[in-house]
Structures are given as structure tokens and as C-alpha cells.
T-cell receptor
């Protein structure tokens, strides 16, 4: 079945530590790939996106993601997290400008 | 960048009443808009695709008669929750892709609470 999977429901990291959030997809073709962040009670903010080309994508707020076709993955990384990074992170896929399908989300908690 | 607004940002209503939520693209035209629903601590689920000049396309399991969608113009789509019940309480978010851009821009969401 076509799906987007975020295996980690909740991740806790120390401030200043590195971060990796996982995302896997299961589709016949490679979709467009997105990472969004949502603070409590807020809308979605796009962190980065991958359509084609260079498989390492740079985004806002110091985030990057790497597309690995062989693993059907698009993991989000940040070398050093800040307390303000605490939020919910969603991986999403689409085909063109069609509807987005979201993963279940990963809640990120930052400890001092 | 492209901006999408929603109104109201939050609304409280009594059970049995209807509530209308507006989604506007402020600086671009959108022939298509998408409506999502998000329950607490859950992901966004697509409810329907709003199409300017034609009927909305609803996802499986979404009641067309309960969630009325009208794409009144190239910059406005409305979602009306009819005969609202407490289980309709949720966070409703719209999005729209500008023409020629394979990216959607999201509104800030509307928090609906049905008492």
C-alpha cells in the first residue's frame, strides 16, 4: 500500500546535540518529498523539499535532508538543535501539485 | 512568498449549529485548494479537494453533506461544517498551490470546538 512512515513517534534530544528524524515512503514512483514543522496550535511551515537533482537538500533553520532512493528514505537532520526546535515534524509526499499525504509525525522534545 | 489566510482562527459553537471557515489565497490565484483536518496529537488528514468552478472531491469516509465546500472564486474556498457535533471538534487547515508551482502553501488553521 502507498504510505509515508515516520517510525519515531517521539524523540528527545539534548540541546546542542545532533538530530535525525526518519521518513520512509512506499510508492511505485518517486514522489515529491517535503518536511514540515508545526508548533503547538500553529499551521505548517515548510522546512525543505526535494523534487529532483542533488540528493542532499538544505532547508531553513539549519535543517537538511538526504534523499536515498535505494532506501526509499528522506531523513531530516540538524547538526545542533536549539530549544526552539521543539515541535512536531511531518514528512509529506505528493505528485506534482496534487494533494499531500502526511506521515504520522514525530514530536521533538529538547532537554537543557 | 505565497500567503494563505484562514478565518476565523478559532471558533466555538453549540452542537447542531453550522460553522463556516474561509480560506483565502492573498497574493496568488488558486484553482485548487485542499482542506485537511487534524485531531489532537495526530497527523493531517486530507478531507477534500476544492476546485474552482466545479464540485469538490471528497476523500473516502468524509461526509459530503456534512462538510460543504464551495470554491467561490480563484482566491476563496469555504468549508461549512453543518449540524456540528462535538466529534467535529478539530483543527482545520487549508492549503493551496500557486499555478505552475509544485508546492502547497498552508493557512494558519482554524480551531473548531463544538460544545
Amino acid at each position: 500500500a502507498q504510505s509515508v512512515t515516520q517510525p519515531d513517534i517521539h524523540i528527545t534530544v539534548s540541546e546542542g546535540a545532533s538530530l535525525e528524524l526518519r521518513c520512509n515512503y512506499s510508492y511505485g514512483a518517486t514522489p515529491y518529498l517535503f518536511w514540515y514543522v508545526q508548533s503547538p496550535g500553529q499551521g505548517l511551515q515548510l522546512l525543505l523539499k526535494y523534487f529532483s537533482g542533488d540528493t542532499l537538500v538544505q532547508g531553513i533553520k539549519g535543517f537538511e535532508a538526504e534523499f536515498k532512493r535505494s532506501q526509499s528514505s528522506f531523513n531530516l537532520r540538524k547538526p545542533s538543535v536549539h530549544w526552539s526546535d521543539a515541535a512536531e515534524y511531518f514528512c509529506a509526499v505528493s505528485f506534482g501539485n496534487e494533494k499531500l499525504t502526511f506521515g504520522t509525525g514525530t514530536r521533538l522534545t529538547i532537554i537543557p | 512568498g505565497a500567503v494563505v489566510s484562514q478565518h476565523p482562527s478559532w471558533v466555538i459553537c453549540k452542537s447542531g449549529t453550522s460553522v463556516k471557515i474561509e480560506c483565502r489565497s492573498l497574493d496568488f490565484q488558486a484553482t485548487t485548494m485542499f482542506w485537511y483536518r487534524q485531531f489532537p496529537k495526530q497527523s493531517l488528514m486530507l478531507m477534500a479537494t476544492s476546485n474552482e468552478g466545479s464540485k469538490a472531491t471528497y476523500e473516502q469516509g468524509v461526509e459530503k453533506d456534512k462538510f460543504l465546500i464551495n470554491h467561490a472564486s480563484l482566491t476563496l474556498s469555504t468549508l461549512t461544517v453543518t449540524s456540528a457535533h462535538p466529534e467535529d471538534s478539530s483543527f482545520y487547515i487549508c492549503s493551496a498551490p500557486p499555478a505552475g508551482i509544485d508546492e502547497q502553501f498552508f493557512g494558519p488553521g482554524t480551531r473548531l470546538t463544538v460544545l
